[in-house]
């Protein structure tokens, strides 16, 4: 389990008038607003008090908020393919050929070393497909599939991807978000003839009946 979030001094923006100074406190990575004030900041010779102050009223005054970890991102090591493929599951998706040939794969990881979050890559030269995005799912909706979801493009054009397709059935709408448009499967199966999601859904005959979708990176 993560630690509290703890806001730092990024995440405070100043509201109010000159008179009735007050923090509204939003999450680094989702960049929404949590909730939160306090008055007459300026009576307040050390910030960091107010910091530390603040983050108190907030877990208090917001008994049913839950805890959002701290997350940095980072790729994923051998070691990590356990808790990878123990997420994977718990969120009812595959685990099948994520350590193939050609898969880059990052984690979400918690200030304890937890992995909070994952998605992988498969590569072939100017394309990639997307795949494996899951967050523990007490965690969902905190921006951490968002925040692995910018770092696997940051990933992929550094190794020179233009284009990034995936398969999603139920989460378009998430994809969408991204500016992820549906293609046919047909163009995935072609473009990305040796990814190990290509090959096992055409393998089982579950192929047709996915949904695909194709971004641009921008350069
Ligand atoms: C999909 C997933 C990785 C998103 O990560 P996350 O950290 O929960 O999501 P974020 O915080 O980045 O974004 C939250 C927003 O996405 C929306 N969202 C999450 N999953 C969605 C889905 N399947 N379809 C449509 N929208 C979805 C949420 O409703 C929320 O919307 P809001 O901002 O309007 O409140 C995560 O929900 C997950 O692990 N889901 C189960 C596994 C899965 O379906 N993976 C995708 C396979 S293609």
């Not at 995440?11 to 909730?35: E, K, M, N, T």
């Given at each position: 389990?993560?630690?509290?979030?703890?806001?730092?001094?990024?995440?405070?923006?100043?509201?109010?008038?000159?008179?009735?100074?007050?923090?509204?406190?939003?999450?680094?990575?989702?960049?929404?607003?949590?909730?939160?004030?306090?008055d007459h900041l300026s009576s307040h010779p050390?910030?960091?008090?107010?910091?530390?102050?603040?983050?108190?009223?907030?877990?208090?005054?917001?008994?049913?908020?839950?805890?959002?970890?701290?997350?940095?991102?980072?790729?994923?090591?051998?070691?990590?393919?356990?808790?990878?493929?123990?997420?994977?599951?718990?969120?009812?998706?595959?685990?099948?050929?994520?350590?193939?040939?050609?898969?880059?794969?990052?984690?979400?990881?918690?200030?304890?070393?937890?992995?909070?979050?994952?998605?992988?890559?498969?590569?072939?030269?100017?394309?990639?497909?997307?795949?494996?995005?899951?967050?523990?799912?007490?965690?969902?909706?905190?921006?951490?599939?968002?925040?692995?979801?910018?770092?696997?493009?940051?990933?992929?054009?550094?190794?020179?991807?233009?284009?990034?397709?995936?398969?999603?059935?139920?989460?378009?709408?998430?994809?969408?978000?991204?500016?992820?448009?549906?293609?046919?499967?047909?163009?995935?199966?072609?473009?990305?003839?040796?990814?190990?999601?290509?090959?096992?859904?055409?393998?089982?005959?579950?192929?047709?009946?996915?949904?695909?979708?194709?971004?641009?990176?921008?350069?």
């Open positions: 389990m993560g630690s509290r979030f703890r806001p730092v001094l990024r995440d405070l923006v100043f509201v109010g008038s000159r008179s009735r100074l007050q923090l509204a406190c939003f999450l680094p990575y989702s960049g929404r607003f949590v909730g939160c004030t306090m050390a910030f960091s008090k107010v910091i530390a102050r603040l983050s108190l009223t907030l877990i208090s005054s917001n008994a049913n908020m839950t805890s959002v970890p701290i997350a940095h991102v980072r790729e994923a090591s051998h070691a990590d393919f356990t808790a990878i493929k123990e997420l994977l599951h718990a969120n009812a998706l595959s685990s099948e050929g994520i350590c193939a040939p050609g898969a880059v794969y990052l984690v979400a990881v918690g200030q304890s070393g937890t992995v909070l979050g994952t998605i992988g890559l498969e590569l072939s030269g100017r394309a990639a497909l997307l795949r494996s995005a899951a967050v523990q799912p007490e965690f969902h909706g905190n921006g951490l599939g968002r925040q692995l979801t910018y770092k696997a493009f940051d990933k992929a054009k550094e190794c020179g991807v233009r284009t990034v397709y995936l398969f999603s059935t139920d989460a378009g709408n998430y994809w969408r978000r991204f500016g992820f448009e549906s293609v046919p499967v047909d163009e995935i199966a072609r473009v990305l003839p040796n990814s190990a999601q290509v090959q096992s859904y055409s393998a089982d005959g579950s192929l047709a009946s996915e949904v695909g979708w194709r971004l641009a990176l921008e350069p």
